[in-house]
């Protein structure tokens, strides 16, 4: 049974100007102990989707649509997105079954309290650890996500650590009540790469001993071809693509895929230059019915790719792709579409 079974998840922004559909119409799963990836361009739905997940989507954005079936630890399967926002379910399951690490955890740390203490009140929110038993809990958890000194750290503020220190911080805190699954959401932009490297193998590592599945939002091929065994391609707010981390290096078939392997360098690959997409990703406000990449698809057919929106179709076993190039079914015409 899969971990996470997300279904036609739809995230829309309400503003003056119209409706951005961040995520217009998302599915995706997450197997046990399965790392899945989620890759696209800035601004393709990748972080409205993982929000919408926790349920920290704020306003004027709101989920529409859909269903996240969680299994819980216990096996019982709840669905995430049905339950109301002030409900006791809902705040244990953030933080005990599933985690986030963000990117930047300096803006996701409380600045006025200590790190040790922020750890802390997640321990104090999902255990019933004994408050005298909290402090020793902590800093043995900073100690397991290599954080040097972990009794001195625990009385510093998030400013007093260097970017690594506070990322390694922020999966102690993501990991502090076991959940069993992590969304890590660019974990490592904002760190140089070597200690990009240390905060990847640390998250791997942890994710092996307490037999977690990830969920890994990026940007970063190099990650996906690193950690991930499946992958989902966004554009647009929709999956564009989903196959095997193998298959999609060897195989990609959708042509915003191939722009995107194209356009960073690769082992084994030659190139004079580096291909670049054409064009930027269009806001998704009162967009004509037709496929996403449609004006910056190098094999865009006039006629066909610009009169209906692509149904993602299965071209393989396990791998699928929105694209007429590999077949003509189409997405029906619905209410999400009218709007
Ligand atoms: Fe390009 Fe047409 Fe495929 Fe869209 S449907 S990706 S425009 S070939």
């Given at each position: 049974m899969n971990r996470l079974d997300v279904r036609d998840l739809r995230t829309y922004f309400f503003l003056d100007e119209g409706i951005v559909k961040?995520?217009?119409g998302v599915s995706l799963h997450v197997g046990d102990q399965e790392t899945v990836g989620v890759i696209g361009e800035?601004?393709?739905?990748k972080t409205a989707m993982a929000h919408s997940l926790l349920r920290l989507t704020t306003q004027p954005g709101e989920v529409v649509h859909g269903n996240a079936m969680l299994t819980r630890k216990d096996g019982s399967r709840v669905d995430i997105l049905a339950l109301p926002p002030d409900s006791p379910d809902l705040l244990s399951i953030r933080g005990n079954e599933i985690s986030m690490v963000f990117q930047e955890p300096m803006t996701s740390f409380s600045p006025v309290h200590t790190i040790g203490f922020q750890i802390g009140e997640m321990l104090a929110t999902h255990t019933d650890l004994a408050p005298a038993r909290i402090r020793e809990r902590v800093v043995e958890l900073m100690a397991r996500v290599g954080i040097s000194n972990p009794r001195q750290r625990f009385?510093?503020?998030?400013?007093?650590?260097?970017g690594g220190m506070r990322q390694r911080a922020m999966i102690a805190m993501a990991l502090a009540a076991k959940p069993k699954i992590i969304i890590a959401d660019e974990?490592?932009?904002?760190?140089?790469v070597t200690v990009q490297a240390q905060i990847l193998d640390l998250l791997k590592q942890l994710q092996r001993e307490d037999d977690m599945s990830a969920l890994y939002i990026t940007h970063n091929l190099g990650i996906v071809a690193e950690e991930v065994d499946r992958v989902y391609v966004m554009y647009l707010g929709r999956v564009v693509e989903t196959v095997s981390t193998d298959r999609l290096f060897a195989r990609p078939l959708h042509p915003y895929t191939q722009k995107l392997l194209r356009s960073v360098p690769q082992p084994g690959r030659r190139v004079e230059r580096l291909d670049v997409i054409e064009g930027s990703v269009p806001?998704?406000?009162?967009?004509?019915?037709?496929?996403?990449?449609y004006a910056r698809c190098p094999a865009a057919m006039k006629g066909t790719c610009d009169t209906a929106l692509p149904a993602l179709t299965e071209?393989?076993?396990g791998h699928q792709v929105r694209c007429f190039l590999y077949g003509q079914e189409t997405e029906p015409n619905d209410e999400w579409t009218a709007l």
């Open positions: 961040a995520v217009d800035s601004g393709c739905g009385d510093e503020y998030p400013h007093q650590l260097s974990p490592t932009t904002a760190l140089d806001v998704p406000i009162g967009l004509p019915v037709q496929c996403g990449f071209v393989e076993p």
